[in-house]
Nanobody
Framework: IHLVESGGGLVQPGGSLRLSCAAS????????MGWYRQAPGKERELVAR??????MYGDSVKGRFTISRDHPKKMVYLQMNSLKPDDTAVYYC?????????WGQGTQVTVSS
């Protein structure tokens, strides 16, 4: 399984970005898939993820971020609105198959004026 993120960049506070994750690999049907982030000096944390039909969001992004997916295209998206400086981090795409976790290389999101 190979995951590639795109869509990161520099945005002003209050702005929006949309991240994309493209997955490749045969018989792609993960048990869970979504987004995590890691800011400098902090642990990696959940942003949003699908686990089957269940969607989970990190407390700090609820109401501002929306995860979506296009299963036939093997794509997962993260729409980020009302961005804050605290959202600055490297965002990683994650897919789970049983006990195995797969990660993308990450995409930098910087929220600054």
């Amino acid at each position: 399984i190979h995951l590639v993120e795109s869509g990161g960049g520099l945005v002003q506070p209050g702005g929006s970005l949309r991240l994309s994750c493209a997955a490749s690999g045969t018989m792609f049907s993960p048990d869970a898939m979504g987004w995590y982030r890691q800011a400098p000096g902090k642990e990696r944390e959940l942003v949003a993820r699908y686990a089957g039909a269940i969607i989970m969001y990190g407390d700090s992004v609820k109401g501002r971020f929306t995860i979506s997916r296009d299963h036939p295209k093997k794509m997962v998206y993260l729409q980020m609105n009302s961005l804050k400086p605290d959202d600055t981090a490297v965002y990683y795409c994650n897919a789970v198959f049983g006990a195995s976790h797969y990660w993308g290389q990450g995409t930098q999101v910087t929220v600054s004026s």
